[in-house]
């Protein structure tokens, strides 16, 4: 029995370090993060970024079942400050599970 409670006791400590370190990380991430996030833009700076979006619905038989997944690629350029200019591919794709109906599109 001691040597179970000890054992316990040692699992319980090294979670606690675990849980340390990782509220460290997740600190300096966040610190990190602020530090180099920039919310003012100027004439002439360019922005590239991407978006996925991944959704799933289950239901009864008599209810659509269907998945949904899109990607988008975009860049901006701003013309002037705090006004831009953008373009970019989306791919995505509906599938109803429940029968054979499948719909692809980009844009």
Request: hydrophobic residues 40%; proline residues 1%; contains cysteine.
């Amino acid at each position: 029995m001691e040597r179970l409670c000890r054992s316990m006791l040692d699992w319980g400590t090294l979670l606690d370090e675990k849980t340390k370190i990782m509220k460290k990380l997740l600190t300096v991430f966040f610190v990190v993060m602020t530090l180099t996030s920039f919310g003012q833009v100027q004439k002439g700076d360019m922005i590239l970024g991407t978006n996925f979006g991944f959704l799933q619905q289950d239901a009864d038989e008599d209810i659509m079942n269907y998945s949904y997944t899109t990607f988008i690629l975009n860049y901006q350029y701003y013309i002037t400050d705090n006004i831009s200019l953008g373009l970019g591919p989306t791919i995505s794709s509906t599938k109803v599970l429940n029968n054979a109906f499948k719909v692809n599109s980009a844009g």
